[in-house]
């Protein structure tokens, strides 16, 4: 099995819906507050997760010329080219690695 981190996040992905999807009909039917409280969390997270994307996204062209530039100047074989789309790849894709982590341990705890 491949551990790459787009692997690990779409699973990690799939495995925070599946829980959200199993726990929430429960939820509003024995603690509706509760499911409230989730279901706001989840809305405001990916706006909060699309700002720092956006921020990111912004930033990113200096950025890969800067991680290009660093790459050359550090003698890597490809110039540079595959140190900055790993950097870019990271830097994009961090606001959402981090909560979706967040969220799959917190609901592995019972919510």
């Known amino acids: 099995m491949n551990n790459s981190k787009p692997d690990k996040f779409v699973n990690e992905v799939a495995t925070v819906m599946a829980m959200r999807l199993s ?3 429960m939820m509003w039917l024995l603690d509706p507050a509760k ?7 989840m809305f405001s997270e990916k706006e909060d997760a699309m700002q720092e994307f956006i921020k990111q996204m912004m930033a990113a062209p200096m950025m890969f010329w800067f991680d290009t530039w660093q790459g050359l100047l550090n003698g890597d074989k490809d110039g540079g080219i595959r140190r900055a789309q790993q950097q ?7 606001p959402y690695l981090s ?13």
Do not use: D, Q, Y
């Not at 870019?88 to 961090?94: G, L, P, Q, T, W």
């Not at 909560?99 to 919510?111: D, I």
């Open 35 to 41: 499911a409230e409280k989730e279901t706001r969390k």
């Open 23 to 25: 726990m929430l009909p």
């Open 88 to 94: 870019a790849e990271n830097r994009i894709s961090s």
């Open 99 to 111: 909560r979706v982590s967040a969220n799959r341990r917190r609901l592995s705890k019972g919510g």
